[in-house]
């Protein structure tokens, strides 16, 4: 920069003895300079903007107006804080000159265009007397996301250990208690009848108690445990229908209305079969628990060009604004006779698949949960010549029913 800036002194200097020619020259050089630096200005990943000492815009790069959401060519002039409301420019601008011989760092999170967290410093800027500001931002999104699967691989390892304890501990007397619970079903069985009836049902809820805290700690185990799937090439649509047939009796006792909307054609996909039926059942259980006075439950399938999408829809009470954030989390639960292990053992199994779980709610019209499982092969889009008039052909889908 002292450089150029020497340059340009020279010249003025010289102005009056150039000739037309040399004159034209020197400006081809000032413009050749000068689009350089726009070319790397353009070209670097951090967003600039320079502002003048009123807070307004007058130059900005293409990242910052990807960034921030915005054009240059309407925003030129504007204020800054109309597009970055969280920080007092106003207060940055009146900072003596002391002040702004120090390095002004900060980091925001914004919400427009998109969701991202934003690194940015402001560095002073002084021309012909004037003070202005030259503000760097940096996305610094991806290394937030980062952190917070590192947050959550630390409490799901932290889980783990607690496991191996809870399964130790627990585990074996259940067995000892279930084993003398069937001795003394037998004691029981040789009394008078007129004796034998409530001890029997006494007997008998001991037995369920114990067995559901024996499924408790068998879901606790499966969510946690580390098993690597089986992959095998597998329609997905036969795994639906599995899962759907282990719950046909509670379809029936809740009064739910099962629609199946499945594609004309389903591609193939590599799954291990029991661990996405365990999926599967989980995410259709906890729609049926959602419809305690029935209601009706959507499940249908669509394909991208790198996935295959399991969407169940249903209408039930929906999920509260403030849990949607903890949806997947262990024993986080709205039920009175849930675990909370239900959607965390869907969500391990997903993740193994190196798939992904998107969920939408609205309280009191119902949830939707797509289950996104990465496809065998990439499709390859193949478009016919539009010369010839043709198009891609949709994919069709069809409809049924299932009780």
């Known amino acids: 920069m002292p450089t150029k800036a020497g340059f340009l002194d020279k010249l003025i200097e010289r102005l009056d003895k150039l000739d037309p020619k040399s004159l034209q020259s020197q400006f081809l050089r000032l413009a050749r300079e000068r689009g350089l630096l726009e070319t790397i200005f353009q070209s670097i990943r951090e967003g600039v ?169 068998t879901q606790f185990l499966r969510a946690i445990r580390p098993s690597r799937p089986a992959l095998t090439v ?23 209305d099962v629609k199946l909307e499945f594609l004309e054609s389903i591609p193939r996909i590599r799954v291990d079969r029991a661990q996405i039926k365990q999926a599967f059942f989980n995410v259709i ?7 305690p006075d029935g209601g009706s439950l959507t499940v249908s399938l669509h394909v991208s060009d790198a996935s295959l999408g399991v969407t169940f829809r249903d209408t039930g009470v929906g999920i509260r604004p403030e849990d949607m954030g903890r949806v997947f989390e262990p024993y986080h639960t709205t039920k009175a006779d849930g675990s909370g292990l239900g959607m965390m053992i869907v969500q391990r199994i997903v993740q193994e698949h190196g798939g992904q779980i998107e969920i939408e709610s609205k309280r009191g019209e119902g949830t939707a949960v797509t289950i996104l499982l990465p496809l065998a092969e990439r499709r390859v889009r193949l478009l016919e010549s539009r010369g010839r008039g043709g198009r891609e052909a949709p994919q069709g889908a069809g409809k049924e029913s299932a009780a």
Do not use: C
């Open 49 to 217: 903007i320079v502002m003048d000492g009123q807070g307004r815009m007058t130059y900005a790069n293409r990242a910052a107006e990807q960034l921030i959401g915005f054009s240059l060519e309407s925003a030129r002039g504007r204020p800054l804080s109309r597009y970055l409301r969280e920080i007092d420019w106003s207060r940055v601008l009146e900072f003596d000159e002391n002040e702004w011989t120090r390095l002004i760092t900060r980091e925001i999170e914004i919400t427009y265009p998109e969701r991202r967290y934003l690194s940015f410093y402001v560095v002073p800027l002084v021309q012909e007397g004037e003070k202005g500001a030259v503000v760097i931002l940096h996305d610094v999104t991806r290394d937030r996301v980062q952190e917070a699967r590192l947050l959550e691989t630390e409490r799901v390892n932290a889980v783990k250990l607690l496991a191996a304890g809870v399964a130790h501990e627990i585990g074996n007397p259940l067995n000892a208690l279930n084993i003398h619970l069937q001795l003394l079903d037998r004691e029981i069985r040789q009394l008078p009848a007129e004796r034998s009836g409530d001890l029997a049902e006494l007997a008998e809820t001991a037995r369920n108690e114990v067995a559901r805290l024996d499924v408790i700690i």
């Open 234 to 256: 597998t329609r997905i649509d036969g795994v639906l229908r599995e899962a759907l047939t282990l719950l046909r009796h509670e379809i029936r006792n809740r009064n739910i």
């Open 285 to 291: 259980r906890n729609a049926f628990q959602a419809m």
